[in-house]
T-cell receptor, first 117, second 113 residues
Framework: DSGVTQTPKHLITATGQRVTLRCSPR?????VYWYQQSLDQGLQFLIQ???????AKGNILERFSAQQFPDLHSELNLSSLELGDSALYFC????????????????FGEGSRLTVL | AQSVAQPEDQVNVAEGNPLTVKCTYS??????LFWYVQYPNRGLQFLLK??????LVKGSYGFEAEFNKSQTSFHLKKPSALVSDSALYFC???????????FGAGTTVTVRA
């Protein structure tokens, strides 16, 4: 168990809909990262938050957005869903900037599998 | 930009034989390199990392990796593979500016009994 919790584990929805994925990082971790894993694109970095602020942006579509709340949990919002958005979405956290020792590994949740029909 | 490449989509070995999963990297500056494993329908599990020091890094489940600066490689190895090692393996490099990891495409390892 990595200590990173993601909900829901599975989600089935229709094209054009909007969904929200939730992530709780490990206790004390300030950084949250979102990744998308699909068969054709592999593991793609979407976005990173650090202590509530956006820190880095990757291949995230404009239809997608994220935020990190004061309690450090994060949400990834996916809107106007398309068939191609079907994927496994991972959240990860790290100790960076938390004052605890660490050398960069990320701790991943079990993922949220999104199926768009 | 930093990147890693995993030249093999699949690696097949017999149980008890040595296992090697290849990774090459491209970075500016000193690399922070990682290996992760993903079992079906699971998240990524950290195996090992190279930050500095000894070129041979030992990790979880009997895995080790050899850092080779001249060849810009960080190959994952296991002296004697188990059927339970069958999984998807990812090599990753850390971005020094924002700490995110960039992953290779992954290598599917199949260990046959």
């Amino acid at each position: 168990d990595s200590g990173v919790t993601q909900t829901p584990k599975h989600l089935i929805t229709a094209t054009g809909q909007r969904v929200t994925l939730r992530c709780s990082p490990r206790s004390g971790d300030l950084s949250v990262y979102w990744y998308q894993q699909s068969l054709d694109q592999g593991l793609q970095f979407l976005i990173q938050y650090y202590n509530g602020e956006e820190r880095a942006k990757g291949n995230i579509l404009e239809r997608f957005s994220a935020q990190q709340f004061p309690d450090l949990h994060s949400e990834l919002n996916l809107s106007s869903l398309e068939l191609g958005d079907s994927a496994l979405y991972f959240c990860a956290s790290s100790v960076e900037g938390s004052g605890r020792a660490g050398t960069g590994e990320l701790f991943f949740g079990e993922g949220s599998r999104l199926t768009v029909l | 930009a930093q990147s890693v490449a995993q030249p093999e989509d699949q690696v097949n070995v017999a149980e008890g034989n040595p296992l090697t999963v290849k990774c090459t990297y491209s970075v500016s500056g000193n690399p922070y390199l990682f290996w992760y494993v993903q079992y079906p329908n699971r998240g990524l599990q950290f195996l090992l990392k190279y930050i500095t020091g000894d070129n041979l890094v030992k990790g979880s489940y009997g895995f080790e990796a050899e850092f080779n600066k001249s060849q810009t490689s960080f190959h994952l190895k296991k002296p004697s593979a188990l059927v339970s090692d069958s999984a998807l393996y990812f090599c990753a490099v850390r971005d020094m500016s924002d700490y995110k990891l960039s992953f290779g495409a992954g290598t599917t390892v199949t260990v046959r009994a």
